[in-house]
């Protein structure tokens, strides 16, 4: 019922911004790419209407129950957008501050992680600490969305960015191609292009290791060297641990998942695997089609055994390269953080749809503390604590984790 209503909302949210009745019900994922997209706009212009009214009427139960931090209000209320809506200037402030980031000392003890070599490392050697902890366990979400969170805090209060973490909806990319997009396409406002083309790269592998088929991916246009943009000259310092290499195989690196390597960053763009996974239809069909949380985590990270990545692996996959195809260092590549931003849109946009019972609760979140369960695990509480270690920030409780505006939170997608 609730969900019926809120669909009445999100058309008549499309209608007026189209300007014409919509025959098409958002109730159902459109198959057609374009009206997907617009199906996806009407949510998140119906989602951006709830939150505000619940921020502002400030009595709701999803606005008033601020535990870490202060009061989410209409006046501190942040808004996330999408990359190729930014003005060209603000496109340049966030590229200027991840870069400043990489020029800032680590925090990470190098005698812990000699690899982490500055600021941003921090994030990757974290990420690559608790890869099999934070991935197909329950706080895999929560814990994607602090760590999103606590980067865009590090770029505003540690390099001045006044702008909030952009997002890549890769159901345009999917229609435009990558190459051709505002995020990818190697201009001086972009998170830089393709990498330098590989001939004859062959299929891309990717290993399941639970005695299920591997997956095997289309390779992409590009596979060497990041050669255009604002990102040309970085250095990957850490990795591989478990590289996905085009023609077969896995990259990992002797010296050990924290060791110092450094390279050149390395993307392999592969519009293919965006369409066939990362479609809007597929965004849509993940925000409509689930009815609890553990249907939509597994969907979204591509249910084992069905060959089908997800919109997760999808975009993560779509970008290639090294470390892109990587699934502990991926953080590695800058692009990672507009990535799993939409990952983000797309969780608080299915918990709009349902917020009591998807941000609040015990059915708010469901799993172990495992990868696949595997080790067997204890299922995760609400008060298992997020540990962003060395990235930053308190360890935080899931339930205060679960609202982009309730606990430390306070932030929209437009
Ligand atoms: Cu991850």
Redesign the pocket.
């Known amino acids: 019922m609730r969900t019926g209503s809120l669909i009445v909302l999100a058309l008549q949210a499309a209608s007026s911004v189209l300007g014409a009745p919509q025959a098409t019900s958002t109730a159902v994922p459109s198959s057609d790419p374009e009206e997907a997209l617009q199906q996806l706009q009407a949510l998140n212009d119906a989602a951006a209407q709830q939150a505000q009214d619940a921020v502002s009427s400030n009595n709701s139960t999803v606005a008033s129950r601020s535990s870490a931090g202060g009061a989410c209000t209409l006046s501190n209320l942040k808004v996330r957008r999408e990359w190729g809506t930014l003005s060209k200037q603000e496109k340049k402030a966030y590229i200027s501050a991840v870069q400043c980031l990489m020029s800032k000392p680590a925090n990470t003890p190098s005698e812990l992680v000699p690899g982490a070599k500055n600021r941003f490392d921090d994030f990757v050697a974290s990420?690559i600490n608790q890869?099999m902890e934070?991935?197909y366990t329950a706080n895999?979400l929560s814990?994607?969305r602090y760590?999103t969170w606590m980067y865009e805090k590090a770029l505003q209060t540690e390099c001045g960015y006044t702008g909030t973490q952009p997002y890549w909806n890769w159901g345009i990319t999917a229609i435009t191609g990558l190459e051709n997009s505002p995020v990818f396409d190697g201009s001086d406002t972009s998170m830089s292009g393709n990498g330098a083309v590989v001939p004859n790269e062959g299929d891309v592998v990717i290993q399941t290791n639970n005695g299920l088929p591997p997956i095997v991916l289309p390779p992409g246009t590009g596979g060497g060297c990041v050669t255009s943009g604002p990102f040309q000259n970085m250095t990957v310092n850490l990795g591989p641990v478990s590289l996905s290499l085009a023609g077969g195989g896995v990259g990992t690196n002797p010296d050990g998942q924290f060791a110092y390597n450094p390279r050149c960053l390395k993307r392999d763009l592969t519009t293919k695997v965006n369409q066939m996974f990362a479609n809007a239809s597929a965004i849509v069909s993940n925000i409509l089609v689930p009815r609890d949380i553990d249907t939509f985590q597994m969907q979204m990270q591509g249910v084992p055994g069905t060959g089908n990545l997800g919109i997760h692996g999808g975009g993560h996959y779509s970008m290639g390269g090294d470390p892109g195809r990587d699934?502990f260092v991926?953080?590695g590549d800058p692009a990672f953080y507009l990535h799993?931003s939409m990952i983000d849109r797309v969780w608080w946009l299915w918990q709009s749809l349902s917020p009591r019972d998807r941000t609040q609760g015990p059915t708010a979140i469901a799993g172990t503390r495992t990868f696949l369960n595997s080790p067997p695990s204890p299922n995760a509480t609400l008060d298992d604590l997020v540990d962003l270690g060395y990235a930053g920030g308190p360890p935080l409780p899931i339930r205060d984790l679960l609202s982009t505006t309730a606990g430390p939170f306070c932030y929209i997608y437009l």
């Open positions: 990420h890869t934070i991935h895999f814990w994607h760590f699934f991926s953080p799993h």
